[in-house]
């Protein structure tokens, strides 16, 4: 199979994020940061290093702030600039999504249906080819980032789903998408299908997929067929499976770590391991994260 270009990534950013509040009542969840770095510009940075022709994020009319913040804003550049942070100003200008290299586009999804649903939304505004989908709250860190390796992998692979998987406990296999493994080779990991987070007694293996994807168009006529699936939301695993009958579907095991900011754990997690390498924050970790040093509050 001759794959093509991966010209659209998908970012579905419309959940309400209710793991994080309060800090999301006022705060879309992707743009939390890690340090100083919102999730969502990890994603970006990603499809960016892809050189993805067009963005789609599906999004909520509740959360206007992230579109304020993947677009440029030439008036804060401005004021900086003449602050003398010209630096600052030409980081910004560099983060934003201006439309030189990539088209960007923001849609709703009128319901909470799942991530099913919220991909299906993009469907009217994809390139051909296959796509991308990149969940925000999955942070991959590592060089070459994660949907860079995929890339490379998908041409050398024989399916036309190629998702991100990782080995997980097998008491943890109830919150993710579980391949049902039919062999491995490599990196690669051939499967019949996924099943959407089975209770560890139901699930055919330990392989977890977490929130990268690439995959074949078809996969949008599933969607659009598609009932709720578990948890009564409209699951995309389940549109995977039933056209991979068409497409084929496999794992790959990235290189990268994963941590899931969709926890506070996961976000205390991403934080600390940024942090210890950078010298800004050795003085820190001396201070506070020597046990026996830390006062008990109160
Ligand atoms: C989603 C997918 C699941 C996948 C997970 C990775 O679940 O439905 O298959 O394993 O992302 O993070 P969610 O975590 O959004 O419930």
Not at 236 to 241: H, K, M, S, Y
Not at 277 to 298: C, H, N
């Amino acid at each position: 199979m001759t794959h093509k270009r991966v010209r659209t990534a998908i970012f579905p950013v419309a959940g309400l994020g209710t793991r994080f509040l309060p800090a999301t009542k006022g705060t879309p969840k992707e743009l939390l940061p890690v340090i100083d770095t919102p999730l969502i510009q990890y994603a970006i940075d990603e499809a960016r290093e892809v050189g993805v022709e067009r963005m789609i994020f599906v999004s909520h009319p509740s959360k206007a702030a992230i579109e304020h913040y993947v677009m440029d804003d030439a008036r804060l550049r401005a004021t900086l600039v003449d602050h003398g942070k010209s630096d600052l100003a030409h980081e910004l200008e560099e983060a934003a999504l201006d439309t030189r290299d990539c088209e960007v586009i923001f849609v709703t999804q009128p319901e909470p249906r799942g991530l099913g649903d919220a991909v299906a939304c993009a469907r009217p505004h994809l390139l051909d080819g296959p796509v991308a989908v990149i969940l925000p709250d999955d942070l991959i860190l590592g060089t070459p980032g994660c949907l860079r390796e995929m890339v490379d992998a998908y041409d050398r692979g024989k399916a036309g789903h190629l998702v991100a998987v990782m080995e997980v406990p097998k008491a943890l296999t109830g919150r993710y998408g579980i391949l049902s493994v039919t062999a491995e080779d490599g990196r690669f990991v051939q499967a019949s299908g996924i099943v959407e987070k089975p209770e560890p007694d139901k699930a055919l293996s330990q392989m977890a997929v977490v929130g990268r994807y690439i995959l074949d168009p078809v996969v949008f006529d599933a969607l659009a067929q598609q009932a709720p699936g578990a948890g009564g939301e409209v699951q995309l695993t389940d549109a995977i499976t039933i056209s991979s009958v068409k497409a084929g579907v496999a794992g790959f095991r990235f290189s990268g770590r994963r941590f899931d900011c969709g926890s506070k754990q996961g976000m205390l997690a991403a934080t600390l391991f940024l942090a210890r390498d950078d010298p800004a924050y050795a003085e820190v970790f001396e201070e506070y994260l020597a046990p026996e040093d830390i006062a008990p509050v109160g």
